[in-house]
């Protein structure tokens, strides 16, 4: 079974730009999370899709970022404009549970520096 | 959201036990346990769960007290390559079972 696709891996941009990350998830995979992970911490919620719609977009910075699901397969987060505080490794991961107890998988994520 | 209590970090011997506590008394009955493992510059991997009995895999052993309120996640032969974070979650039904992290015990293996 192919895994969750992430790219980039890496990303250097400068504050005040904007960035897109893309990810594939595991086919068939209904939900599908964005996490941020800033260096030393455990990952952090933005943004759950339950196939193409929103189930929970709470923490995410609703000025600057934005994601979509189209279709219900790939998923694009995006950050304009972006911020040095924005520095984080940015994992997306799905499962095929709906609301069950289902199983994350995780990508390897794509690590942004805001320079 | 549900708290779970880690510490911070532990060390063990390579091919000895090891064992990852976690306390999370504020569990509620339908709320299950997971454990997921972080290894250097790559994203979490799942690692096991479990509602109330004892769960068996090939990574590890989870073993749930009877009350719930802590749980231990136990590597049965630490090798090298275990060294990671490694985050004991609890999936809140109320909550749609979305993961959240804590910080996690960062698990050294010395040779």
């Known amino acids: 079974e192919a895994g969750v696709a992430q790219s980039p891996r890496y990303k250097i941009i400068e504050k005040r730009q904007s960035v897109a990350f893309w990810c594939n998830p595991i086919?068939?995979?209904?939900?599908l999370y964005w996490y941020q992970q800033i260096l030393g911490q455990g990952p952090k919620l933005l943004i759950q899709?339950?196939?193409?719609?929103?189930?929970?977009d709470s923490q995410l910075p609703k000025d600057r970022f934005s994601a979509e699901r189209l279709k219900g397969v790939d998923s694009t987060l995006k950050i304009q404009p972006a911020k040095l505080e924005d520095s984080a490794v940015y994992l997306c991961?799905?499962?095929?549970?709906?609301?069950?107890?289902?199983?994350?998988?995780f990508g390897s994520g794509t690590r942004l520096t805001v320079v | 959201d549900a708290k779970t209590t880690q510490p911070n970090s532990m060390e063990s011997n390579e091919e000895e036990p090891v064992h990852l506590p976690c306390n999370h008394s504020?569990?509620?009955?339908?709320?299950?346990i997971h454990w997921y493992r972080q290894l250097p510059s790559q994203g979490p991997e799942y690692v096991i769960h479990?509602?109330?009995s004892n769960v068996n895999n090939r990574m590890a052993s989870l073993a749930i007290a009877e009350d719930r309120k802590s749980s231990t996640l136990i590597l049965h032969r630490a090798t090298l390559r275990d060294a990671a974070v490694y985050y004991c979650?609890?999936?809140?039904?109320?909550?749609?079972?979305?993961?959240?992290f804590g910080g996690g015990t960062r698990v050294l293996v010395k040779p």
């Open positions: 991961a799905s499962s095929s549970s709906v609301r069950g107890t289902g199983v994350y998988t």
């Open positions: 086919s068939g995979h209904a939900t």
């Open positions: 899709f339950q196939n193409n719609g929103v189930v929970d």
């Open positions: 504020t569990i509620s009955g339908t709320d299950y």
């Open positions: 479990g509602l109330t």
């Open positions: 979650i609890l999936s809140v039904k109320a909550a749609g079972n979305k993961l959240t």
